[in-house]
Protein backbone atom coordinates (compact mmCIF):
# COMPACT_ATOMS: atom_id res chain seq x y z
CA UNK A 1 0.00 0.00 0.00
CA UNK A 2 1.03 3.27 -0.91
CA UNK A 3 1.66 5.71 1.52
CA UNK A 4 -0.55 9.41 0.62
CA UNK A 5 1.98 11.20 3.87
CA UNK A 6 5.34 11.56 3.28
CA UNK A 7 6.84 11.63 6.96
CA UNK A 8 8.20 14.85 8.29
CA UNK A 9 11.65 15.61 8.14
CA UNK A 10 14.19 14.61 10.21
CA UNK A 11 16.06 17.39 12.31
CA UNK A 12 19.83 17.53 12.49
CA UNK A 13 19.48 16.85 16.74
CA UNK A 14 17.43 13.59 15.61
CA UNK A 15 19.83 12.22 13.05
CA UNK A 16 22.78 12.91 15.42
CA UNK A 17 21.32 10.72 18.02
CA UNK A 18 20.20 7.98 15.74
CA UNK A 19 23.66 8.21 14.60
CA UNK A 20 25.08 8.25 17.76
CA UNK A 21 22.58 4.80 18.52
CA UNK A 22 23.51 3.22 15.33
CA UNK A 23 27.73 3.69 16.59
CA UNK A 24 26.93 2.52 19.80
CA UNK A 25 25.33 -0.51 18.80
CA UNK A 26 28.09 -1.44 16.19
CA UNK A 27 30.62 -1.17 18.87
CA UNK A 28 28.69 -3.61 20.94
CA UNK A 29 28.51 -6.01 18.20
CA UNK A 30 32.61 -5.74 17.94
CA UNK A 31 32.72 -6.15 21.34
CA UNK A 32 31.00 -9.33 21.27
CA UNK A 33 32.82 -10.75 18.34
CA UNK A 34 35.79 -9.72 20.06
CA UNK A 35 35.02 -11.79 23.08
CA UNK A 36 34.07 -14.80 20.78
CA UNK A 37 37.67 -14.41 19.31
CA UNK A 38 39.35 -14.76 22.48
CA UNK A 39 37.43 -17.25 23.77
CA UNK A 40 38.81 -19.33 20.48
CA UNK A 41 41.74 -18.68 21.14
CA UNK A 42 41.97 -19.39 25.07
CA UNK A 43 39.51 -22.98 24.64
CA UNK A 44 42.30 -24.20 21.60
CA UNK A 45 45.43 -21.71 21.61
CA UNK A 46 47.84 -24.30 19.65
CA UNK A 47 45.45 -24.98 16.68
CA UNK A 48 46.29 -22.98 13.29
CA UNK A 49 42.77 -21.50 13.48
CA UNK A 50 44.07 -19.29 16.86
CA UNK A 51 46.79 -17.26 14.21
CA UNK A 52 43.56 -16.42 12.77
CA UNK A 53 41.11 -15.79 15.71
CA UNK A 54 44.03 -13.43 17.17
CA UNK A 55 44.15 -11.38 13.48
CA UNK A 56 40.56 -10.72 13.98
CA UNK A 57 40.18 -9.76 17.47
CA UNK A 58 43.56 -7.09 16.31
CA UNK A 59 41.19 -6.06 13.53
CA UNK A 60 38.15 -5.97 15.45
CA UNK A 61 40.14 -3.95 18.34
CA UNK A 62 40.97 -1.79 15.56
CA UNK A 63 37.36 -1.22 13.87
CA UNK A 64 36.04 -0.68 17.95
CA UNK A 65 38.28 2.52 18.32
CA UNK A 66 37.56 3.81 14.78
CA UNK A 67 33.51 3.58 16.10
CA UNK A 68 34.35 5.52 19.72
CA UNK A 69 35.97 8.22 17.45
CA UNK A 70 33.11 8.81 15.41
CA UNK A 71 30.92 8.42 18.33
CA UNK A 72 32.59 11.23 19.86
CA UNK A 73 32.76 13.13 16.86
CA UNK A 74 28.84 12.52 16.27
CA UNK A 75 28.23 13.88 19.56
CA UNK A 76 30.34 16.99 19.58
CA UNK A 77 28.33 17.81 16.00
CA UNK A 78 24.92 17.89 18.25
CA UNK A 79 26.79 20.95 19.81
CA UNK A 80 27.86 23.25 16.66
CA UNK A 81 25.33 25.49 15.58
CA UNK A 82 23.57 24.45 12.45
CA UNK A 83 25.28 25.68 9.50
CA UNK A 84 25.33 24.09 5.68
CA UNK A 85 27.96 21.42 5.11
CA UNK A 86 29.86 20.07 2.21
CA UNK A 87 28.45 16.58 1.46
CA UNK A 88 31.72 14.80 0.33
Same mark, same amino acid.
Given at each position: !??? $??? #??? $? $? +? *?ESS?AL? #? $?LV????HVI??? +??? +???? /? &??PV? @?? +??I !????? @?? !?????T *? &?D????Q?K !?RE @?L? #???? /?? @?
Open positions: !MRK $TVP #DPP $T $T +S *LVQ #D $TQASECAI +SVA +SQCV /T &LNS @HS +SK !MRAVI @HE !MAAVR *L &LDAAVA !M @HP #DEPR /TV @H
